[in-house]
């Protein structure tokens, strides 16, 4: 008998528009936002030195997801390495610095059409439009969505947080039309000889692009 695969599932709690105030990541409403807990790709346990979650608000304009981890060291980017000048972008950011990632999109398990964005510890983003629905994947690193990102970090809680504001526009819909999207939550931690590799879903490979491994993230509201 074959064996249904069950996915995890994340609350994406809504919040009125303009309700996270002047600092998004320091508001009181990420306390009733249920944390998930990223795990090594494969579904093991992280050790306390890189423990990482992850949680998710969003509005009529916005989809907010904010990443609290840990950490032992931090790798960053070089100084001067450049920032597309267009965009902001900092190209090839994974492999220059620790990152987290957020891969989302609707119905993106089975049309596994879907938005990638980074964040690295100082700020420096990068945002990818992806289709994987035919035999090779395609990657648009042109593509921009408008994403605000914020980060920083905290030295003496050995922690480090990143804001992601998402507009809906990049995804060409919002959870007014669709209430269940999938996605998945990343971090690389560390130079990329001997990373942490680490999921909230996990995808049993080092190997992030793959949307079939994609949880639910549920949008709660009216």
């Known amino acids: 008998m074959e064996k249904t695969q069950v996915f995890k599932a994340l ?25 998930a807990e990223l795990s090594y790709y494969d579904g093991s346990t992280l050790p306390a030195g890189i423990e990482t979650s ?8 916005f989809l907010y997801v904010l990443f609290r981890g840990m950490y032992e060291e931090l ?23 620790d990152v987290f990632e957020v891969f989302a999109g609707p119905r993106a398990r089975d049309l596994r059409i879907y938005r990638e964005f980074q964040a690295s510890p100082d700020g420096r983003f ?19 969505s408008g994403v605000q990102v914020h980060s920083s970090v905290h030295g003496e809680e050995s ?7 998402i507009p809906w526009e990049a995804f060409s819909s919002s959870p007014l039309k669709e209430r269940r ?14 990373a942490a590799y680490c999921a909230w879903s996990s995808v049993g490979k080092i190997d992030f692009h793959q949307p079939g491994f994609f949880g639910d993230l549920l949008f709660d509201g009216d």
């Open 11 to 35: 609350s994406c709690m809504r919040v009125r528009e303009g309700g996270l105030g002047s600092e998004p990541a320091r508001s009181g409403l990420w306390a009733g936002a249920p944390p």
């Open 54 to 61: 992850v949680r998710c608000l969003w509005d009529t304009e």
């Open 75 to 97: 790798r960053l980017a070089p100084p001067g390495t450049p920032r597309d000048p267009a965009t902001g972008k900092t190209p090839l950011l994974w492999q220059l610095s």
């Open 126 to 144: 990068i945002d990818v439009a992806l289709d994987a629905s035919g035999e090779r994947r395609i990657a648009d690193f042109s593509w921009h």
């Open 159 to 165: 922690l480090w947080e990143s804001l992601f504001i």
């Open 181 to 194: 999207w999938q996605g998945n939550f990343y971090r690389v931690s560390g130079c990329p000889e001997n």
